[in-house]
T-cell receptor
C-alpha cells in the first residue's frame, strides 16, 4: 500500500511568493492532517479534515495560510504571501476517521523562504 | 504551554541494553497515547499506542507503560539495536478527539 505522498519534498522561494504544498492521503483514510515542525515549537497541528470538510483550523497561524481538500485523495496547504518565518518542515498525515486511530505521516516538505 | 513534555532531548545506550524514553503530560483529559519514531528526512512512523484503560501495552521489543496518577508514560525498547537510533515522539489525545498533541522528541542513539 502506498503511504501518504507529499510534494514537493523541498521548496526554496523568495519572500512574498505564493507557496503550495500538496498531499495525497492513504486510500480509505477519511481524516487528513497538516502539521508544521520547527525547532522552537516542535510538531504542531495546523488544520485537519474529516471527509474533505475542515473540522479544526485553530492551529493555522495567520490568514496567509489556507488549506483545501477538494476530494478524498488530494489536499493543499497554501501560504500567500510567504515570509521567512514560515520556513519549516510541513507534514501531512492521514488516518481512518474516529478517535484513537494512529495517524500515518508523509515524508514532509522542507520549505525555505529567503 | 506544553501539555506533553519529553524532558530528555537525547539518550545514548549500548546495543543490547534497554532504552527507556520518558514522557510527561499535564492535561488530565488525555486518554490515548502514542509513540512515533522518526528518521532524518522522513515522516514520523507510528510505533505503539496505549489507552488509559490499560497500564501496559507490548509489541515485540517495544513496551509502553502508563502511570495515570503520575501523568507519565514511558517507552521501553529491549534489546536496543543500532537501527533504533532515531527521534522518538510521544503524543496524546483526549476524549476520542483526532487532535494529537506532540512532545518535542528525544533523540535516541544506540551504539554498536
Amino acid at each position: 500500500d502506498a503511504g501518504v505522498i507529499q510534494s514537493p519534498r523541498h521548496e526554496v522561494t523568495e519572500m512574498g511568493q505564493e507557496v503550495t504544498l500538496r498531499c495525497k492521503p492513504i486510500s480509505g483514510h477519511n481524516s487528513l492532517f497538516w502539521y508544521r515542525q520547527t525547532m522552537m515549537r516542535g510538531l504542531e497541528l495546523l488544520i485537519y479534515f474529516n471527509n474533505n470538510v475542515p473540522i479544526d483550523d485553530s492551529g493555522m497561524p495567520e490568514d496567509r495560510f489556507s488549506a483545501k481538500m477538494p476530494n478524498a485523495s488530494f489536499s493543499t496547504l497554501k501560504i500567500q504571501p510567504s515570509e521567512p518565518r514560515d520556513s519549516a518542515v510541513y507534514f501531512c498525515a492521514s488516518s481512518r476517521t474516529g478517535g484513537n486511530q494512529p495517524q500515518h505521516f508523509g515524508d514532509g516538505t522542507r520549505l525555505s523562504i529567503l | 504551554d506544553q501539555q506533553v513534555k519529553q524532558n530528555s532531548p537525547s539518550l545514548s545506550v549500548q546495543e543490547g541494553r534497554i532504552s527507556i524514553l520518558n514522557c510527561d503530560y499535564t492535561n488530565s483529559m488525555f486518554d490515548y497515547f502514542l509513540w512515533y519514531k522518526k528518521y532524518p528526512a522522513e515522516g514520523p512512523t507510528f510505533l505503539i499506542s496505549i489507552s488509559s484503560i490499560k497500564d501496559k501495552n507490548e509489541d515485540g521489543r517495544f513496551t509502553v507503560f502508563l502511570n495515570k496518577s503520575a501523568k507519565h508514560l514511558s517507552l521501553h525498547i529491549v534489546p536496543s539495536q543500532p537501527g533504533d537510533s532515531a527521534v522518538y515522539f510521544c503524543a496524546a489525545s483526549a476524549g476520542g478527539s483526532e487532535k494529537l498533541v506532540f512532545g518535542k522528541g528525544t533523540k535516541l542513539t544506540v551504539n554498536p
